[in-house]
């Protein structure tokens, strides 16, 4: 594959591309992140002019991409999986780098994660919001980053989200005046059930995805003092359970996401201004 018909081939993703310097990893472009596009003709006019590799734009692309450097850091990040409860996660589009290590796609959350560095584990870093990342096809010397398991990008896990997503400062702002109990009510009300809505909802392949972003955010009213955490792990699991027995899904497997989530939110108190 060329890396003309690489770039293509990434855009045809619905993931934005920029020329990296021939054979090596750093942006061609002054401003790349505002450069990025899926425009054909501005690729087909780019790589008619040199041999660029080619950069996906994380954050536009909606991806947050796990970088492992073999072999310690696939071994780290295994076990930091598996102290959580999970899998090593494997089954996602995975492109093999030429020093040996690889790159994991997965689904960004909805609130953005940036880069990272040993944050995971050692020798594990990731690339969001504000980063690129060296797609298939582009070359290092004589070395090519080449797909190694062609499978569709999965959801970020719920720990991994869980891991990269910084603590929420020491001292929260107190509002200058509490919002009215009526007015809270109404508000736990409206988000209780629209979670309860998104998890019975829930396409094939984003369950996890989606049952811990709305377990983070009844947790966030569980630490306001808004909402009993019981009753919120209750409500979530109640309409998981309307995909038990669907492709593998499980109340246990709810269950460890309703978890993560809810202690993950209860650090991020919400605040109604």
């Known amino acids: 594959m060329t890396r003309y018909r690489a770039a293509l081939a990434a855009a045809a993703r619905g993931w934005p591309v920029v020329p990296l310097r021939p054979h090596g990893k750093a942006p061609a472009l002054r401003g790349w ?4 596009t899926l425009d ?13 590799n080619v950069g996906i734009a994380c954050g536009p692309a909606g991806l947050l991409v796990v970088d492992i450097d073999v072999p310690h850091g696939r071994e780290a990040f295994a076990r930091r ?5 999970e899998d090593d996660p494997r089954d996602t589009y995975t492109v093999a ?13 909805e609130v953005p994660l940036g880069n990272s560095v040993g944050r995971i584990a050692p020798h594990v870093d990731t690339r969001g919001a504000g980063g690129y990342v060296v797609a298939a096809g582009s070359l290092v010397g004589r070395d090519r980053y080449r797909v190694v398991r062609d499978a569709p990008v999965a959801p970020a896990p719920g720990w991994l989200v ?12 107190i509002p200058a005046q509490r919002p009215s109990p009526r007015r ?11 979670e ?18 709305a377990a983070c955010r009844l947790g966030e009213l ?5 909402l009993d955490e019981g009753t919120a792990a209750a409500v979530l699991l109640t309409a998981a359970s309307h995909h038990n027995g669907v492709e593998g899904w499980s109340e246990r497997e709810a269950l460890r996401h309703v978890e993560n989530g809810l202690a993950l939110g209860r650090r991020r108190p919400r605040v109604l201004r």
Do not use: N
């Open 33 to 36: 992140d505002d450069e990025a």
């Open 184 to 194: 809270v009510d109404a508000y736990r009300a409206a988000v209780v059930e629209g």
């Open 162 to 173: 869980a891991v990269l997503t910084p603590e929420p400062p020491e001292d929260l702002p």
């Open 40 to 52: 054909r003709d501005l690729i087909r006019h780019w790589w008619s002019r040199r041999a660029y």
């Open 196 to 213: 309860a809505d998104r998890v019975r909802d829930a396409r094939p392949g984003t369950r996890a995805h989606v049952v811990f972003t």
């Open 81 to 85: 999986a598996w102290q959580h409860g």
């Open 97 to 109: 780098t030429p020093s040996g290590g690889e790159h994991r796609y997965f689904q960004a959350p």
């Open 222 to 226: 569980v630490g306001a003092g808004w």
